[in-house]
């Protein structure tokens, strides 16, 4: 396969095996055109599989006026439980309402009813108000102390982003799509101020080059050293932040459905979700400027997600015995001065390269966003090649996986 690769002249290159490569990879062979997907892990292994594993709209992106993402992601939320229903499942939420917490009853009121408008046509319900007395009968191990009352609504889960991943590179293959795994990207080949094509080595140490009229950059937090790798200067694209999850098997208590709370510490939201018969609790979003490949989750986090835990229901008595898994990933968000981490912007950029047009850098996106970020990307790559944009089917296509049944 790699001697058929490299003899091979590709319309698009594809960097980068994650939610966002894997998507545009099956746009694109959907459109017609001759793809190659190389990632230099396993596909999905990284970012994809360290989120928090929900399809959601984003509530507390209205805080910030990001009217637009909260309404995008809600759509693509709508979508996605129509094309993967066999992944993609509801999943009731509760916030609870504390007399001191940030967020009071009117405030939170109002933005469930701005997210319930801007998701206007959904198949799943509209958002409850309970009284305090109602919250605690539908969470009765809940910390009673402060409680207001909660608000209940709707969003959605995606237990293993990973198989989302896999389904996409498996309708890109049937396609006619070329997808290799463990391929590491070492420069980019440029010929007269265009990108050429791809130099890589393969699993088995083979230097290799294949040629391609764009190439795709979406290595989530490893854009910025793949450019730095192939010597392309610009202004630094990604400025990350690590997010780190913990899961623990049920406790004495535990809900039946997902908790959105509001740290004590920081007044970050945590979740406290139900996932593969365990509970996944998460996340911290602090900044990272180290090598993606060695994020690790620090001890103070998993304090921090274990106290906050702890707090809210106070009989689990939750200990680092308890936990099965920690996990941590890094965000590719998009290089800002912005100081508080929550108000960076969760929303995707397409950077193109000026001194290399045919160069696209993939920045930011969500896991909820990923079909229409490609179905963005892949309307620009035929632009790049001159010509006219065929209409994108992934909004309607169901994956392949549940088509077979």
Not at 188 to 201: A, C, D, N, T
Request: glycine residues 8%.
């Amino acid at each position: 396969m790699v001697r058929a690769i490299a003899e091979a002249e590709f319309d698009v290159a594809i960097i980068g095996g994650g939610i966002n490569g894997a998507g545009i990879a099956r746009d694109a062979a959907m459109r017609g055109l001759k793809v190659l997907l190389v990632d230099k892990g396993n596909f999905g292994a990284a970012t994809t599989s360290a989120s928090t594993r929900l399809i959601h709209g984003g509530l507390r992106y209205l805080e910030h006026f990001e009217f637009g993402l909260v309404r995008e992601s809600l759509r693509e939320r709508e979508t996605l439980l129509k094309i993967a229903p066999h992944l993609v499942k509801p999943l009731p939420i509760s916030i609870p309402i504390y007399k001191q917490t940030k967020r009071g009853p009117a405030a939170i009121r109002a933005g469930m009813i701005a997210y319930d408008v801007l998701s206007w046509g959904k198949s799943l319900p509209r958002h409850r108000m309970l009284s305090q007395s109602q919250t605690l009968e539908q969470l009765p191990g809940l910390n009673p102390e402060g409680l207001l009352g909660s608000a209940f609504y709707f969003d959605a889960q995606l237990e293993f982003p990973e198989r989302l991943v896999l389904e996409n590179v498996a309708a890109a293959r049937e396609l006619g799509a070329e997808v290799v795994e463990q391929t590491r990207v070492t420069n980019l080949l440029v010929e007269e101020k265009m990108v050429s094509g791809i130099e890589f080595v393969t699993a088995d140490g083979q230097t290799r080059s294949a040629r391609a009229r764009v190439v795709i950059n979406a290595t989530g937090p490893w854009v910025d050293r793949l450019l730095e790798r192939a010597s392309i200067d610009g202004p630094k694209l990604i400025g990350g932040t690590k997010g780190s999850h913990i899961v623990v098997p049920p406790f004495a208590t535990a809900p039946a459905n997902a908790i959105y709370l509001e740290a004590r510490s920081d007044r970050r939201p945590i979740f406290i979700i139900p996932w593969n018969a365990q509970y996944l609790i998460g996340t911290t979003d602090v900044r990272f400027e180290g090598d993606p490949d060695e994020v690790r989750c620090e001890s103070w986090e998993v304090d921090y997600l274990l106290r906050e835990t702890n707090y809210a229901f106070p009989k689990a008595q939750l200990t680092d015995d308890s936990i099965v898994l920690v996990y941590s990933g890094v965000r590719p968000l998009p290089a800002t001065s912005e100081k508080d981490e929550q108000r960076i912007t969760r929303r995707h950029f397409i950077r193109e390269h000026p001194r290399l047009p045919n160069l696209l850098s993939i920045v930011g996106g969500k896991l909820t966003t990923y079909r229409s970020l490609a179905e963005e990307c892949v309307d620009l790559i035929f632009l790049k090649l001159g010509r006219n944009v065929p209409t994108c089917r992934t909004a309607t296509e169901i994956l392949a996986a549940d088509k077979r049944g």
